[in-house]
């Protein structure tokens, strides 16, 4: 993975700009930490396939529509479509290692493993009144009742493609999601959220 010394949303000047108490305002947003991520391409129906791909990733396949599976070093593999999957693992552990093990354990399958790591920026959009915020810039519905822990989507919000996930398996709702979108429609994705919540109040957090 290409080391990129600039982060997407330095413009912006989180770390100037965050409260000290953290966690008072309705609405939380902020910046996550680049990511190790890679998609992934093969036949489902291929038994074998599959096998040695969880082996070598450390992570079970998702089997069910945007859903995702995670383990306890914070990695996670989401649905993307039947044959697509988005793996998402934390940058400053084994990623690397796990990624190129998996290329390797498919070199000679028709299948693919595609580095998208250094093409893509993290926000996370939190708090007691995130999904009334979500709505604003986005059509897809993911009130309580519909979107659970667990749960995955890719659709367009402020006109940008972007990647979901609610990411804590262990809570009954849904009280932060993950956004992963283009670099360059970053900055212009997360001054949209912010701009959102200003009638609720919000706290920007910096990692």
């Not at 991520?37 to 489902?44: F, I, K, Q, S």
């Not at 007691?128 to 519909?146: F, G, I, Y």
């Not at 900055?187 to 919000?202: K, P, T, V």
């Amino acid at each position: 993975m290409v080391d990129l010394s600039y982060r997407p949303l330095s413009k912006l000047a989180l770390a100037a700009r965050s409260q000290t108490a953290a966690f008072q305002a309705p609405v939380h947003l902020w910046e996550l930490p680049k990511r190790g991520m890679a998609t992934l391409r093969l036949d489902l129906s291929d038994a074998a396939l599959v096998e040695r791909a969880e082996s070598a990733l450390g992570l079970a396949l998702p089997k069910q529509s945007n859903t995702l599976t995670t383990d306890t070093r914070d990695g996670f593999v989401l649905w993307a479509s039947p044959d697509e999957f988005i793996i998402d693992l934390p940058a400053h552990g084994d990623a690397v290692a796990r990624l190129a093990a998996l290329r390797d354990a498919l070199s000679n399958d028709f299948a693919a493993v595609v580095d998208v790591g250094d093409q893509m920026a993290g926000i996370g959009l939190g708090g007691s009144h995130w999904c009334e915020v979500w709505s604003k810039v986005c059509a897809l519905d993911l009130h309580q009742s519909r979107f659970m822990p667990g749960a995955c989507a890719q659709t367009l919000a402020a006109k940008c493609n972007v990647l979901l996930y609610a990411p804590d398996l262990r809570e009954r709702r849904v009280d932060q999601i993950r956004l992963y979108t283009r670099r360059s429609f970053a900055q212009y994705l997360f001054l949209r959220l912010e701009d959102a919540a200003q009638e609720y109040g919000l706290t920007l957090r910096a990692f």
